[in-house]
């Protein structure tokens, strides 16, 4: 079982950064992969980053490689996500979740969800 709450959110102007906490409890954090998703209003929900259980696999959305980076520290049972040349259209809620890497790709949990932390970039 694991709980997962996210912080750092907040009103950035484009181009700053911010970083994204996701602090999960439970002694199996490190036997998941995590990963970052954002839904802007009127929108899915859409992958950001995710990252596995060592931390040397890492993969990107297209609209963000090269300005995030997803990090985690098993000791601290957390995982980040640093932001930086923020625009517009990252505006949006940023939810963590637990779950996997397959042959596909990262597989997200249904369970395992945080509330979500809001991201408003103003232009």
């Known amino acids: 079982q694991v709980q997962l709450v996210e912080s750092g959110g907040g009103l950035v102007q484009a181009g700053g950064s911010l970083r994204l906490s996701c602090a999960a409890s439970?002694?199996?954090?490190?036997?998941?992969?995590m990963a970052w998703f954002r839904q802007a209003p009127g929108k899915e929900r859409e992958f950001v980053a995710a990252i596995n259980w060592t931390g040397g696999l890492r993969t990107y959305a297209a609209s963000v490689k090269g300005r995030f980076t997803i990090s985690r520290d098993n000791a601290k049972n957390t995982v980040y996500l640093q932001m930086s040349s923020l625009k517009p259209e990252d505006t949006a809620v940023y939810y963590c979740?637990?779950?996997?890497?397959?042959?596909?790709?990262?597989?997200?949990?249904?369970?395992?969800w945080g509330q979500g932390t809001q991201v408003t970039v103003s232009s």
């Open positions: 439970g002694r199996t954090f490190s036997m998941y992969a």
């Open positions: 979740n637990a779950g996997n890497y397959r042959s596909s790709g990262y597989v997200p949990s249904s369970d395992y």
